[in-house]
């Protein structure tokens, strides 16, 4: 079993900087065993991907909107995923979720079979 808690979430101007982090707990299984996702999504539209890390954090993928702005990764120590998030706009506010796959790295979301229960990003213009 996996459980997800992300923190970080906030409001911020536009321009500004948030890092979102996700805890995994696991059982019976290693955090290493997992390669992990962030998606966001807002009312009345699809979840959209943001970024993926695979287990040991060489690989990793983004969301076109999100390259050059977004970083991903995660460290194996403390079961922990981050987000940082820089040049935050307006369009980037959504709920952000954590999700666990144990696929290969991968953006669609059907492939995450555990996931957090968001944080909300809110940036102002």
């Known amino acids: 079993q996996v459980r997800l808690v992300e923190s970080g979430g906030g409001l911020v101007q536009s321009g500004g900087s948030l890092m979102l982090s996700c805890t995994v707990s696991t059982s019976g299984r290693p955090f290493n065993s997992l390669n992990m996702g962030w998606f966001r999504q807002t009312p009345g539209k699809e979840r959209e991907f943001v970024a993926a890390i695979n287990w040991d954090g060489r690989s990793t993928l983004y969301g076109d909107a999100m390259k050059g702005r977004f970083t991903i990764a995660r460290n194996n120590a403390d079961n922990t995923v981050q987000l940082q998030m820089n040049n935050l706009k307006p369009e980037d506010s959504a709920v952000y979720y954590c999700?666990?796959?144990?696929?290969?790295?991968?953006?669609?979301?059907?492939?995450?079979?555990?996931w957090g229960q968001g944080t909300q990003v809110t940036v102002s213009s």
């Open positions: 999700a666990s796959t144990t696929y290969g790295i991968t953006y669609y979301s059907d492939a995450y079979s555990n």
